[in-house]
């Protein structure tokens, strides 16, 4: 099919292959249900089959172009996560998230760090980029999956509020271990390059505060429901827009655009109008990323890859879980968060990309063929284990699944009473 597209004009390309993409992801989506899988998994496998490493459906050169595709759907996800951030939801959560955070992070680095260097006895260096992009958990299959299934709920308020303060921890321990790497090999990257990715975060905030500031004086009564998705779009874009000039993820200032918004308004409207509008996008989004998703790495994973992706998802499990009991979480975030923060992929990659520049050599290529092939299993094993996050805390609702999902709940929710008592 490929060679076929190859004969047709660019308009026509781009159309058909769009075309094939959404027709692909809908069809997985048939079996994924089958197995009791979140829609996402069945977006990403769908990529991956159709293509260029395997059927080769998609011209290359069109899913090299598809990039934006991954800026936008964020943009999306992240303002619609904005909502659960309200005043008083954080007022429930309060420091613990903050304290959480931290540890459900930093132990994961941490782990990670010390064990690859004393069982694989790999230098300081190596070990401590590693670790420090350890740290890092993408959230966009699992805010989805939280979408798919309606849930709502403390566990659910504080997994997001997690994940989104999850990426500046993993910017400023990332940075900190490159200095450090830095001062030991002389060599590398300037200051600029640690410092600017921060500087370049806290410019995005702010875009994305007095966004949130200016779309609540636009929305007056007399709005019409059109013109308030085109406002609310027009600002999603130029955010993500601004966010791509400076390389980064467009997720923080995007959160706290919707955030920003819900607290001066109270409009949940606006947010349900927006979720219509995105299922094509984040379908496509998925999709692309597993086209992207390069199955043949795994031959070069290796044993150290499989140890550094069971260690950091152990990591992240022990973290979260001793985060929750500091911050004296409720027993069902205790015993399940962890489980939510399993995915991988934007900003390691982006950092494994840097890293590798930094290393140079067999270590820099090690680091990022570990990221980059372990990121393919964390992407299709994450959005299962935040299901089943989401079912054992008991935040998604019987009425909220289909049919043919209420035995497995039913036999779910009857082990948790079990564990319970």
Known sequence: MCNFLNHLNDTTIVLISLSVILLAGFLLTRITKLAKLPNVTGYIIS???IGPYVLNLIPREMVNNMGFISDVA??????GVGRFFKKENFQETGFGVIVITLFESLVAGIIVTISIHYIFHLNWDFCLLLGAIATATAPASTMVTIRQYHARGNFVNTLLQV????DAVCLIAFSVALAFVNSNIGAGVSASEIIMPIVYNIGALVIGFVSGVILSRLMTPKRSEDNRLILTISLLLGIAGFCAEVNISPLLSCML???TYINMTKDKELY???ERFTPPILSIFFVVSGMNLDISSFNTLGIIGISYFIIRIAGKYIGAYVGCIIARTTKEVRNYLGLALIPQAGVAIGLAFLGRRILAGTMGNMLLTIIL????LYELIG??????ALFRSGTIKMDNITPGEDKD???TEKASEKSAT
């Open 373 to 376: 092939s372990s990121s393919v």
């Open 163 to 166: 994940v989104a303060f999850d």
């Open 47 to 49: 990529g991956i089959l």
């Open 272 to 274: 349900k109008q927006v």
């Open 74 to 79: 964020l943009a999306f996800i992240a303002f």
């Open 409 to 411: 709940v039913q036999k």
């Open 383 to 388: 959005p299962l284990c935040a299901k089943i």
């Open 257 to 259: 655009f919707g955030t």
